[in-house]
Every structure is written in structure tokens, then in C-alpha cells.
């Protein structure tokens, strides 16, 4: 959940360097943001919803360190799956766990979703797992998207509902700020938020057969309160947030935090509550 804070702003993308959908920031591969960690639970609904066939040739879009996009290329053991991510640092772990990890029928390419000229009607199956929520202009990334699958072909996304629905996007921001959040419009990671704008971006794009699954599941920030406090610190919108305070108001904005955070703080680690959208739909 890694970002979830940082999901908040529109202002994911700067143009001067690559897009932190994942909201962390950062030079290190270490200043990653561990989504695995946090999504464990979404992770295995988003398996399941994907239902990848042993031959598909399956397209994985924001796919970042790969693990939806290893997951894919093990089910689809005659087949294969493309990760794309437009962030050289994401990818350059992805690449690095899967030498690791293996399976030898996945690929990543570097690639702004939106824009690039995927092969046309290639693949059976797009993916993603928070990963189409940051297209500046969505009807044309979705379109882009439907071309390089076959008629046909399935989609299936993992998107936040309302920030309002989700406790982790609520509880940190306020934990730091009495302001509240922009409306979600633009790129961002409530930007596929509401059931209707989404289908009418997805059959705008060329898909039908639009269907909605409310996923109802915690997101894990770290092991205790300590753990965590590190985790979303890496979170785009904390950095900006704790950015904006002077120093003594940034210290208590911390300390807020840390105590919001080990409010949270149970047996086996931080959790807070989420609601996400497993949207599915079919390329005409
Ligand atoms: C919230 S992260 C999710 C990463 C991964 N799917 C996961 O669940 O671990 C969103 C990812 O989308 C990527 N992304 C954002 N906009 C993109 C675009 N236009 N094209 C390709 N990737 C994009 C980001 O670089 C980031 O890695």
C-alpha cells in the first residue's frame, strides 16, 4: 500500500524525472516502496480474478518489480507475459528477481503505457495491479492498450475506490495535515475510483462487458510500528506533506504519524483498512 498516501495527489507524475506512482521518491533501489509486502491480500484476489490460461500471452501495464507479471508467466506455462513500467528503477529490480526467481517466458519493457506501439492484437490478457491509474489522458491509454490485445481478449485491473473508503489514505494524510485532499482528478491513484467514469473510459477505449468486484481487504505497512514509520516515509505525498512544515511542525506531524501508526499496530504487524474495484471487461 505502499504509496497509498502518496496515491492521494494528482501531481504523481514530475515531469523531471520517473513517475512514483508508487509515490516513493528516492535514488536507491533500497528507497523502494514494497508493494508485495503491502498487498499481500489484494494479491491473491487479483490471481484469482486474472485466471491466467496456460497459453496466454499476457500483457502486465505498471507492472513495477514484476511480481503480478512472475505470477502471470508461471500460470501461462505454453505462453508468456510483458511487464511494462515506465520506471527504469522498478524494472531494474523486476529484471533483477526474475534472474533470480525465474520464470525464463517473462520480458519487461520500459514504456510509457499510454503512448507505446505495442504489437497489434497480440496479447490475450492485460493485468494490472495498480497500475492504470496514472494516465493523463485515459480514453487514449485504454484505447492504446485494446489495440495490442486480440478481439476478445480480457482486462483485468486492481484500482482504489474513494479515498474517502479507504482508512490508510484517510489516516496518514490526516495524521500530517489538517488540509484536506484534492479531488481526485487527473492521474492519481483514485483517478478509476468511481464504477461509472470508469466504464465510460473503458467502453470510450473499446471494451464491453464492464463489471465491478469490491475488494474489501487490509494493506500491511510493517511488522510493528517502527517498520512502518520507514516503509511510509517513502510515500510521495508524506515526503511533500512533511516538506511544506517548518521544522518543529514537521517533528510533531512525525510524531502524529508514529502514533497513528502504532495505533494500528497489531499482533502480526501494521495493518489499515482499504476498499479496491477488481475491474474486469473485454476487448470488443
Ligand atoms: C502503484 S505502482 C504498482 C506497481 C505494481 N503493479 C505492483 O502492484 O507492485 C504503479 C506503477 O505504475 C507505473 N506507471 C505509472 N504510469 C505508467 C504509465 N503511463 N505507463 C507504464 N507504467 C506506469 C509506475 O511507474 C509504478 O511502477
Redesign the pocket.
Given at each position: 500500500m505502499?504509496?497509498h498516501v502518496s496515491?492521494g495527489s494528482s501531481d504523481?507524475?514530475r515531469p523531471d524525472s520517473?513517475?512514483?506512482?508508487?509515490?516513493e521518491r528516492g535514488a536507491a533501489q533500497a528507497d523502494l516502496f514494497d508493494?508485495?509486502a503491502e498487498?499481500r491480500a489484494h494479491n491473491e484476489l487479483f490471481r484469482a480474478a486474472a485466471d491466467v490460461g496456460s497459453r496466454d500471452r499476457v500483457l502486465?501495464?505498471?507492472?513495477?518489480?514484476?511480481?503480478?507479471t512472475r505470477q502471470a508467466a508461471r500460470a501461462a506455462v505454453a505462453g508468456s507475459a510483458v511487464g511494462?513500467?515506465?520506471?527504469a528503477r522498478?524494472l531494474e529490480r523486476a529484471r533483477r528477481l526474475t534472474d533470480d526467481q525465474g520464470p525464463p517466458n517473462v520480458t519487461y519493457q520500459r514504456?510509457?503505457?499510454?503512448a507505446?506501439r505495442f504489437p497489434a492484437a497480440c496479447f490475450d490478457l492485460c493485468i494490472?495491479?495498480?497500475?492504470?491509474?496514472?494516465?493523463t489522458d485515459p480514453v487514449a491509454?485504454f484505447t492504446n492498450i485494446g489495440r495490442a490485445l486480440r478481439p476478445g481478449a480480457r482486462l483485468v485491473l486492481?484500482v482504489w475506490q474513494d479515498r474517502d473508503r479507504n482508512e490508510w489514505a484517510r489516516a496518514i494524510r490526516e495524521s500530517l495535515t489538517a488540509a484536506p485532499a484534492a479531488p481526485a482528478c487527473g492521474?492519481g491513484?483514485f483517478s478509476l475510483a468511481d464504477p461509472a467514469v470508469t466504464e465510460d473510459v473503458l467502453a470510450a477505449a473499446g471494451f464491453a462487458e464492464v463489471g465491478f468486484t469490491d475488494v474489501h481487504a487490509p494493506v500491511y505497512y510493517g511488522p510493528d510500528g517502527a517498520g512502518a514509520y520507514d516503509a511510509v516515509l517513502r510515500l510521495w505525498e508524506v515526503e511533500d506533506l512533511l516538506a511544506g512544515l517548518d521544522a518543529a511542525a514537521a517533528e510533531q506531524a512525525r510524531a502524529r504519524l508514529r502514533a497513528t501508526l502504532a495505533a494500528h499496530d497489531t499482533d502480526d504487524g501494521v495493518y489499515f483498512d482499504s476498499r479496491a474495484w477488481i475491474v474486469t471487461a473485454r476487448r470488443r
Open positions: 505502499s504509496d496515491r504523481r507524475m520517473e513517475p512514483a506512482a508508487g509515490g508493494y508485495d498487498l502486465d501495464i505498471g507492472c513495477g518489480t514484476g511480481q503480478s511494462v513500467d515506465v520506471s522498478m514504456a510509457d503505457a499510454q507505446h494490472s495491479r495498480f497500475g492504470a491509474m496514472f494516465f491509454a486492481l492521474p491513484p
